[in-house]
């Protein structure tokens, strides 16, 4: 099997399990990583028995893929040298914290002739590549993404660190351009948005109702899918999902049947288990395979993009509300 030679930029709280996993998977030879942090590098030298770069340099002489897993502000920064340098790379979510950033990577990566995507990692749960059996058409999607504090996140509103999520999964599952965006948020313990509400409505009709959360004591990340021939409940927490068709529709006849009343038609039901792959595993097994065989990476550029569009909207919005709540209470 190819394998590429692979690093990582960050190894905090999620960088580091980029880094062991391109340690582990066949298609990488991990041959470093690069962090500000000396004392965290060194443990992590150790423990990897590969180099802790001392500059971003270093580090792309030696690679030729790369995970960005570090703070938003220094996203575009980081990539745009790397991709500079001819060098593949995978950037966390989101993209970067500016529309015209991104624009930049999209450009440049053209330029460069490199593959860039995101790491969108939802696209990757099981309970959502189980939805590629169905014919998804929504006409309608709730979702509820909530967490407990964290500070790492508060670099940006919580729009930008949980609900870009769940605005990737809609724009991916429904497919049309996003026409309309309310929204409204607050401010509880942070001076950004902890709790963010957006509906966003699609120019073919469907819509999303996205709640993000992140002072939360119980967590909970759900996403439902309704459209006219069923009814789909995703736990993306749990990796499963819970299926409700009609028993005529397109799809896999499997399941429970239940008569839907006195109108002569059956539901079908059914769970689909978690499989058990690991998500982020799964993502960088995705990215590297896309360099080795030059075939389009999971999320694009302009996937993300337009997410970043989306999600910095309904900050704008949220923002706003936040402004007008503070005003009338005098503060």
């Not at 041959?31 to 423990?47: C, H, L, P, Q, T």
């Not at 910095?312 to 923002?319: A, D, K, P, Q, T």
Request: hydrophobic share 45%; net charge neutral.
């Amino acid at each position: 099997m190819a394998r590429l030679k692979t690093a990582v930029v960050g190894v905090g709280g999620l960088g580091r399990h980029h880094l062991r996993w391109l340690s582990q998977i066949p298609q990488s030879e991990l041959v470093g990583f690069y962090d500000i942090d000396r004392e965290k590098a060194s443990k992590y030298a150790v423990e990897y028995n590969v180099p802790a770069f001392r500059s971003l340099a270093e580090l792309a002489g030696q690679a030729q893929a790369v995970s960005i897993v570090v703070p938003t502000t220094a996203h575009f920064e980081t990539a745009e040298y790397l991709i500079e340098h001819g060098i593949h790379c995978l950037i966390e979510k989101p993209v970067t914290a500016r529309l015209d950033e991104a624009r930049r990577l999209k450009e440049l990566a053209g330029q460069r002739g490199v593959k860039v995507t995101v790491g969108q990692i939802e696209r990757f749960n099981p309970a959502v590549l189980a939805l590629k059996e169905y014919n998804i058409k929504p006409s309608f999607i709730e979702a509820h993404r909530l967490a407990a504090f964290d500070p790492r996140g508060t670099d940006v509103a919580v729009i930008l660190d949980l609900m870009i999520h769940d605005i990737d999964l809609a724009l991916s599952l429904v497919g049309s351009p996003v026409a309309d965006i309310q929204a409204s948020a607050v401010a509880v313990i942070s001076e950004q948005a902890d709790i963010a509400n957006a509906r966003l409505t699609f120019a073919n009709g469907a819509v999303a109702n996205l709640t993000a959360s992140r002072i939360s004591l119980r967590a909970m990340r759900k996403l439902r899918v309704f459209q006219r021939s069923g009814y789909f409940s995703l736990d993306l927490a749990e990796k499963q999902a819970d299926v409700y068709r009609l028993a005529s529709g397109d799809g896999p006849q499997e399941g429970m049947r239940v008569p839907l009343g006195k109108s002569g038609k059956d539901i079908l039901y059914s769970k689909v288990p978690d499989s058990g792959k690991d998500m982020l595993g799964s993502e960088l097994i995705a990215f590297l395979d896309a360099i080795i065989n030059d075939t389009p990476v999971a999320v694009t550029l302009d996937e993300a993009t337009e997410a970043l569009r989306v999600a910095l909207e309904v900050e704008r919005i949220g923002l706003a509300s936040i402004a007008k709540i503070m005003h009338q209470s005098g503060h």
